[in-house]
């Protein structure tokens, strides 16, 4: 038997009643509903990524400009020697 629900507040909302009397005990096994309906794309997933792209807040040109500078200015410089290798050079 199979029942379709969200994940909400890390609680699972079913989407309708069960067919059990109130205290029964149950085997749950949880999977990712796949199915091409119009819910909400899998949160990280490329489809949920380009929807977050199209909704609002949409950036000025100016705040992403900046955004790519302070990455910039974040990056560490990397290490051109060999760490492996020991003081003898060998």
Not at 30 to 58: C, N, R, W
Request: net charge negative.
């Amino acid at each position: 038997m199979t029942f379709k629900g969200t994940i909400r507040g890390g609680m699972i909302q079913l989407s309708g009643p069960l067919p059990f009397a109130e205290g029964q005990r149950v085997n749950v096994s949880i999977v990712p509903d796949e199915s091409t309906d119009d819910s909400e794309p899998p949160f990280g997933s490329p489809q949920a990524l380009l929807k977050a792209m199209h909704e609002p807040p949409h950036l000025d040109p100016t705040d992403v400009d900046l955004l790519e500078r302070l990455i910039k200015d974040a990056r560490l410089p990397s290490r051109r020697e060999d760490i492996f290798q020991d003081e003898e050079g060998g």
